[in-house]
């Protein structure tokens, strides 16, 4: 299994650079924008095995940096699929496979050259940290939104002061820019609300439980952030679908949503 997992080490940048390319042939020759491209679930179903294989043959999850950007990289290529299915446009791909492509080469590149050994006692914490899988693809599903947030924005604006460019020519409508930030909104909205409903039950079954939440500062900054996104985007949604607010209003909030989020995100990393 040891070689398996070297050969899928290196294939992955591989896989995610051939689809950078395909993406990229869409942007700039405009073939194929409405497709729906079945080679990036593929491509992530192999990323998912391969980190599933890991798993197994460690005894743990997705637990260190090295492991955390590969599972990022499958978290925003999954979130991105299922945004293209709702929005059925595929212009904007290029720049989410980019990022992704970055993110599993650097992973590879460092997962290469570390030693695998993980005590047993850390591969239990390790499982028990598997609370954070729908915090990772909910904090990249905002992510999305901000992204698509800002380009409706930015598209909006261009198409009210008549100001034209390659970027604004190359991007999908800008009905369609704001119906993919409202449901990549939505897929985070979903995987937040089931990671703070599941939090309580994961730090119950840990041996450090209360006590540890209660004294250490970093731990409780992240359920304060947890907190704080889910009350943002929950207020977009009610927004939406109670009051019928524009898209406009929806991107500004999934933009400046993110702005906190990531503000209160490196402020928890600064704590001692």
């Not at 990022?99 to 993980?118: K, M, N």
């Not at 929806?250 to 906190?260: D, E, K, M, P």
Request: with cysteine; hydrophobic share 60%.
């Amino acid at each position: 299994m040891a070689q398996a997992l070297v050969v899928g080490n290196w294939l992955l940048p591989l896989l995610y650079l051939a689809l950078l390319i395909d993406y990229g042939a869409t942007f700039f020759l405009r073939a194929r924008t409405h497709a729906r491209s079945p080679w990036l679930w593929l491509v992530a179903g192999v990323h998912a095995a391969v980190l599933a294989l890991r798993g197994i043959h460690y005894g743990h999850p997705p637990a260190h940096a090295q492991e955390v950007l590969s599972g990022v990289a499958l978290a925003m290529a999954a979130v991105y699929a299922a945004v293209e299915i709702a929005g059925r446009d595929r212009r904007s791909g290029v720049f989410v496979m980019l990022l992704v492509f970055l993110l599993q080469y650097t992973s590879s590149i460092l997962l290469a050259g570390w030693p695998h050994e993980v005590h047993a006692e850390a591969a239990a914490s390790a499982w028990g940290r598997l609370h954070v899988v729908p915090a990772l693809v909910a904090y990249t599903a905002f992510g999305f939104a901000c992204v698509y947030g800002l380009l409706y924005l930015a598209a909006r604006r261009g198409l009210r002061h008549h100001r034209f460019g390659v970027l604004f020519d190359r991007l999908p409508p800008l009905d369609l820019l704001g119906r993919m930030t409202w449901h990549a909104l939505v897929v985070g909205f979903v995987f937040m609300t089931l990671t703070i409903a599941t939090g309580p039950a994961v730090a119950a079954s840990g041996r450090e439980a209360a006590g540890h939440l209660a004294s250490n500062p970093k731990v409780l900054m992240k359920m304060v952030t947890g907190g704080v996104a889910w009350v943002i985007y929950a207020a977009a949604m009610v927004g939406r679908l109670a009051a019928k607010w524009p898209p406009q209003r929806i991107a500004a909030v999934a933009v400046a949503g993110y702005a906190v989020v990531v503000a209160l995100l490196v402020a928890s990393a600064l704590l001692p």
